[in-house]
């Protein structure tokens, strides 16, 4: 391994020479109700003390130069959970915007949505909608937050919308390549992943951006979400700038 380190623990510093930070990052948010439970505190604790490790990794990934930060936070199966929780974190877009979308505009951070916001509770499509307009014409670092998102609903809804372009005439079946696909995602336009991190020990993927992790280097800790610090992160990184993205050609060296 040849790291630059130093004993100032995490940062830039201890970039590898030459090697880049990845543009985007995607992490699975998991471990919150776990965390709560180990401390005999109810499932919506675990999801407040998540809030606050997400203030700090926002903040971390927008400092080391990553260009997107895609999270997910709530699934297509979520509404699974118990209502009490379900209206909880419904709530959660409202509390954390209203506190942090003047720092996010300070910081020129532009917040975008990955998901199916038209099912969700008024209050909070409200929420969401302020932040998307009050950061539309932000030019740094893309919060792109996954809420009501799932990825098999995202590539149903992208055929969907192809098939009608079809019937009305407007395209023909011959001119649907991957790129074209690739824009009807809710993620149009955005590259892929370089870097998947999932924290709480779960070894899978959970119907997240099923698409775009293609060849996205996945990276698992078995942190809980709450516990989850920047030194994780910049471990991630670390490990990132290690591996050789080969894409199914051959090695390099
Ligand atoms: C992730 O934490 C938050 C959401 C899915 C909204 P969990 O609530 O899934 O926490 P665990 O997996 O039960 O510990
Ligand atoms: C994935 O976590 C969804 C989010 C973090 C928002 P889950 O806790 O819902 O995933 P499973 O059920 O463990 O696969
Ligand atoms: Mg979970």
């Known amino acids: 391994m040849t790291m630059a380190g130093n004993k100032r623990g995490p940062g830039p510093g201890r970039l590898i020479a030459g090697k880049k930070i990845p543009r985007h990052v995607a992490i699975i948010?998991?471990?919150?109700?776990?965390?709560?439970?180990?401390?005999?505190?109810?499932?919506i604790a675990g999801h407040r003390a998540g809030m606050r490790t997400l203030r700090k990794i926002v903040d971390f990934a927008n400092e080391i130069g990553v260009e997107i930060l895609s999270l997910y936070a709530f699934s297509t199966e979520n509404w699974k959970r118990p209502p009490g929780e379900v209206e909880f974190l419904m709530r959660l877009p409202e509390e954390y915007l209203y506190k942090e979308l003047p720092l996010l505009i300070e910081k020129n951070i532009v917040?975008?949505?990955?998901?199916?916001?038209?099912?969700?509770?008024?209050?909070?499509?409200?929420?969401?909608?302020?932040?998307?307009?009050?950061?539309?014409?932000?030019?740094?670092?893309?919060?792109?937050?996954?809420?009501?998102?799932?990825?098999?609903?995202?590539?149903v809804h992208a055929v969907k919308t192809l098939c009608a372009e079809v019937g009305r005439g407007r395209l023909s079946v011959d001119e649907i390549t991957e790129n074209l696909f690739e824009k009807y995602l809710y993620s149009g336009g955005m590259p892929d992943p370089d870097l998947l991190i999932r924290p709480?020990?779960?070894?899978?993927?959970?119907?997240?951006?099923?698409?775009?992790?293609?060849?996205?280097?996945?990276?698992?800790?078995?942190?809980?979400?709450?516990?989850?610090?920047?030194?994780?992160?910049?471990?991630?990184?670390?490990?990132?700038?290690?591996?050789?993205?080969?894409?199914?050609?051959v090695s390099k060296f």
């Open 29 to 43: 948010m998991d471990g919150n109700g776990r965390w709560a439970k180990k401390r005999y505190l109810p499932r």
């Open 111 to 155: 917040v975008r949505i990955i998901g199916e916001p038209a099912q969700l509770p008024a209050r909070t499509q409200k929420a969401i909608k302020t932040a998307l307009d009050k950061t539309q014409k932000n030019t740094g670092m893309i919060l792109n937050f996954a809420f009501n998102y799932g990825g098999r609903t995202e590539i």
């Open 200 to 249: 709480s020990g779960e070894l899978r993927i959970s119907n997240f951006l099923l698409w775009q992790l293609a060849y996205t280097e996945l990276w698992f800790t078995d942190v809980l979400w709450p516990d989850f610090k920047k030194e994780h992160f910049w471990e991630a990184v670390l490990d990132y700038q290690l591996r050789e993205r080969r894409f199914g050609g």
